[in-house]
């Protein structure tokens, strides 16, 4: 039976992550979980998985989480906030931590688990978007494995078991295309929070549904894909897939092109992050190609999508700006959710902030200048969001 830690229980892929737990009780155990300011569901969680440790980002929260669980024998370990947090990511004998926090915030707690000598079943794209440069020497310095758990890199990397050393050419990342896949761009002006929550394949959280109408999330995927798999950017690719089956694909130096395909389904990556390099059987509906039907493929719309190119260009810059870049888009998302930016904004605010940073770049950053580099970067947005709303051209911010 495996020891797991799960941070970011409440979230979808929290929520989907123990019902693999519960699916397979006498494979994986739960040692530790932290969850965000969601009270009922966590504690319900507790009652279910009985961890030892668990934490509340949100401090205010505290006390009605314990009072929640105050009927429980024996009393888990509670904390509260990111040092809670931390502390949950190093604690104990678990030998894998799924980090399913949205955004920079699981960073901290995810080096907290890699100097802890645990492995990562890495779902929180955003700890390598932002801290590759730090996180790639943990990883090796402390001989703890990162197995990608979000559903492309996890097609890559299970494509690539068996590729011998310098086998592979090209990634080729599939995208759904998001809510406006088939939107003529001319429409995106019109569009609501509500028009950009609907994604077509996949139930997501609000940050990365937005992410996915933007396609922010696959120029986010070429960064991690880089980290991840050591690809240089010339040869990692984005293609539009409707129907969001094959998952992602490898293209080898014969041009063989291998491809991992399945239902839309985060349980399937998650799964195998958590129990490789063993397959373990599943209840689960088996892919029939017939019922997916017709598979079709389109180039990417960068008129449409330009959040693409600006991931590519902070990817190429390196050192501190793919922070930058992910921050930058982390607060715009945030203003457009909370309905205080148009939809066509998001891109015009990341683009801005990544300009300003141009000159301040940190070729080789430390932890505290990806950290300083992602607080600048939210202020920035802010910044500039004030700007475009007194009618400044934020293209010209300094």
């Keep these: 039976m495996k020891a797991i830690t799960l941070l970011g229980s409440t979230g979808s892929i929290g929520t989907q992550t123990l019902d693999i737990v519960s699916e397979h009780p006498d494979q994986f155990r739960v040692v530790g979980m932290a969850a965000g300011r969601n009270v009922a569901m966590l504690a319900q969680q507790i009652r279910q998985f009985r961890p030892e440790i668990v934490a509340i980002w949100d401090k205010d929260k505290l006390p009605e989480l314990k009072a929640a669980i105050a009927d429980l024998e024996p009393q888990p370990i509670v904390l509260a906030g990111e040092e809670g947090v931390i502390e949950v990511a190093r604690y104990g004998d678990s030998e894998a931590v799924v980090t399913g926090i949205v955004g920079c915030a699981g960073l901290l707690p995810t080096i907290a688990a890699i100097e802890a000598g645990k492995d990562i079943a890495l779902a929180n794209k955003e700890t390598l978007i932002a801290g590759g440069p730090v996180v790639l020497p943990l990883i090796e310095k402390y001989g703890v494995k990162l197995l990608p758990a979000d559903s492309e890199h996890s097609a890559i990397f299970q494509c690539l078991q068996g590729v011998p050393q310098g086998g592979l050419r090209r990634i080729i990342l599939t995208a759904s295309g998001g809510a406006f896949r088939d939107w003529p761009v001319e429409k995106l002006a019109e569009v609501t929070v509500a028009d950009a929550l609907k994604h077509p394949n996949w139930s997501m959280g609000r940050k990365i549904t937005v992410d996915s109408a933007t396609l922010m999330n696959k120029g986010l995927e070429v960064i991690e894909a880089h980290y991840l798999f050591g690809m240089d950017y010339d040869h990692i690719d984005i293609v539009i897939h409707p129907q969001s089956i094959i998952h992602s694909l490898i293209e080898l130096q014969d041009t063989s092109v ?3 395909l399945g239902w839309p389904d985060m349980r399937l990556p998650l799964l195998y992050a958590m129990s490789w390099p063993e397959r373990i059987a599943t209840s689960w509906e088996p892919l ?3 019922k997916a039907g017709d598979l079709t493929f389109r180039a990417p719309d960068h008129q449409k ?10 990817g190429r810059a390196a050192g501190s700006m793919p922070a930058v870049l992910n921050a930058a888009n982390e607060q715009a998302v945030a203003l457009f959710l909370e309905e205080k ?20 770049n940190r070729q080789q950053p430390t932890l505290d200048d990806i950290l300083q580099a992602d607080a600048w970067a939210r202020q920035a947005v802010l910044q500039a969001c004030e700007q475009l709303h ?9």
């Excluded at 999508?305 to 902070?314: E, F, G, R, S």
């Excluded at 930016?341 to 301040?360: K, N, S, T, Y």
């Design 288 to 290: 029939d190609l017939v």
């Design 341 to 360: 930016i148009q939809f066509l904004e998001i891109p015009r605010l990341i683009e801005a902030v990544c300009d300003r940073h141009q000159a301040d």
């Design 305 to 314: 999508y330009p959040c693409m190119q600006l991931a590519y260009a902070a």
């Design 258 to 260: 291998l491809a991992q």
């Design 390 to 398: 007194q009618g400044d051209r934020i293209v010209s911010l300094r």
